[in-house]
């Protein structure tokens, strides 16, 4: 059974910085490309970054000078830090596979205040 979990989120002050972390079972991460999406109340889900298998990154150009994607094939973890937080990048955070799995997990909610 695939299963994703997601955390690391919280409520954070602009200009902070937090590293989200995504733990997945139930598919062969190690070969498994990996990326980070987001979604705002009323908003589409977005792309923000994937990882090639191998550990070769990819960033959307809205964030790519605030994030880096990583992951830890011996713990089945992806993670994602985001440095300078915005207001605008509250969003709740999932990762899942690519090509994308049909499951979901719950994300991770990033709040920023200004």
């Known amino acids: 059974q695939v299963r994703l979990v997601e955390s690391g989120g919280g409520l954070v002050q602009a200009g902070g910085s937090l590293r989200l972390s995504c733990v997945a079972s139930?598919?062969?991460?190690?070969?498994?490309?990996m990326a980070w999406y987001r979604q705002a109340p009323g908003k589409q889900r977005e792309w923000v970054a994937h990882?090639?298998?191998?550990?070769?990154?990819n960033y959307a150009d809205s964030i790519k000078d605030r994030v880096t994607i990583s992951r830890d094939n011996a713990k089945n973890t992806v993670y994602l830090k985001i440095t300078a937080l915005k207001p605008e990048d509250t969003s709740r955070y999932f990762c899942?596979?690519?090509?994308?799995?049909?499951?979901w997990g719950q994300g991770t909610q990033v709040t920023v205040s200004s």
């Open positions: 899942n596979r690519v090509p994308i799995l049909p499951s």
């Open positions: 139930g598919i062969d991460f190690s070969t498994s490309q």
């Open positions: 990882i090639t298998s191998d550990g070769r990154p």
